[in-house]
């Protein structure tokens, strides 16, 4: 099992601490287009001690951790010296997210959050890779990723902050760079557990929505800064992403044949959020806007490699759909045929029907 249980909660305490003071922010935030509410499958309930909320989880994924538990007494006892309020800490099944919520009785703007975290995460010696303001199960709710070097580790922490008349909270759910790929969807629908106890909108069950960006798409990363940090030589990446329902997931292969997995998400104004593609010594971040049938944007990679992408839509998803339809068909007139059921008469002006409509 691949435990990283062990880490120095300090400087995530920073990060909460900071933001509960009392300065005006000027900053206007961008709101998600995206409305976000609770998985299906998140079935089990938790509740706040301080603050009026409550977590929906998947129980065949999350296990919360007794008051007794060693490791959550390691983080209440840490918290505890940068007066944070730890209510709960949670564990996936593997050990290689750390998960826990924090309280405080003083309300807040979201504004507010954003500043004094976006500052005390650089203070920390951390980069914000996305944030905006999105509703979650009817609550506005802002979200902030950021990475994190700890003892030579590259961490990537996914944060809500919520704030209602009872107080402000704080979920956040990490894990290191090299896992972040393979536990990204898990952590999001974990936050996207949260509501708030005294709102008359109860968390529903999300409905998948497909938008016109779904489908295939291929492209190609630039570079347009010639060496990195290192004296080494910046290189490309051809790209090959799908996108379901509004989640872009796919892999890019650079210069040197490495194969880095893509991450992220574009809204219904077509901004591209939250994009990631990590590999096994290196990780970019991007951002960019898209179009219903191409995309563009910019990169920038750990070694402070610079440059733009494109990409371009070769299947709609209808299109997709269709085709394993047609596919399936084919394969069920083959069985018919071979069954005797129809003859090759039928079977030909059949198959020539099917692949017409390809």
């Known amino acids: 099992m691949r435990s990283i249980f062990f880490y120095p909660v300090t400087l995530i305490a920073v990060i909460w601490v900071i933001s509960c003071a009392g300065m005006n922010s000027q900053i206007e935030l961008e709101k998600s287009g995206i409305q976000y509410s609770k998985p299906q499958t998140s079935t089990q309930l938790i509740k706040g001690e301080k603050v009026e909320y409550e977590l929906w989880f998947n129980k065949n994924k999350w296990k919360v951790l007794d008051r007794d538990n060693p490791k959550y007494k390691i983080i209440k006892e840490e918290m505890k010296k940068n007066n944070i309020h730890v209510s709960h800490v949670l564990n996936d099944i593997f050990d290689e997210i750390r998960f826990m919520i924090q309280e405080s009785r003083l309300p807040s703007s979201l504004e507010k959050l954003y500043n004094f975290n976006s500052k005390s995460i650089r203070i920390a010696g951390g980069h914000i890779i996305s944030t905006d303001i999105r509703m979650v199960n009817g609550n506005d709710v802002l979200y902030i990723k950021f990475g994190l070097t700890i003892d030579s580790m590259n961490w990537i922490y ?100 490495n194969t880095h997995k893509i991450t992220g998400s574009i809204d219904i104004n077509g901004r591209v959020n939250a994009g990631i593609a990590i590999g096994s010594i290196n990780f970019s971040t991007f951002t960019g806007t898209g179009s219903v049938d191409s995309a563009s944007g910019i990169w920038q990679d750990k070694y402070q490699c610079y440059g733009t992408w494109n990409a371009k839509k070769t299947l709609d998803k209808k299109e997709d759909q269709k085709e394993d339809d047609i596919e399936k068909k084919l394969r069920k007139l083959n069985e018919l045929l071979e069954k005797g059921l129809i003859n090759q008469d039928d079977y030909d002006k059949k198959k020539a029907d099917l692949l017409e409509k390809l």
């Open 158 to 257: 996914l944060n809500y902050y919520f704030s209602n008349k009872t107080g402000t909270i704080r979920i956040v759910a990490g894990t290191i760079v090299g896992l972040f790929a393979e536990h990204e969807s898990d952590m999001i629908d974990l936050l996207n557990g949260l509501a708030d106890s005294n709102s008359e909108l109860h968390p529903t069950i999300s409905s998948q929505i497909e938008t016109k960006y779904d489908g295939a798409w291929i492209g190609k990363a630039i570079s347009t800064s010639s060496v990195d940090i290192k004296g080494n030589r910046c290189g490309e990446a051809s790209l090959s992403m799908y996108i379901n329902n509004s989640q872009i997931k796919g892999t890019a292969i650079d210069s040197w044949g």
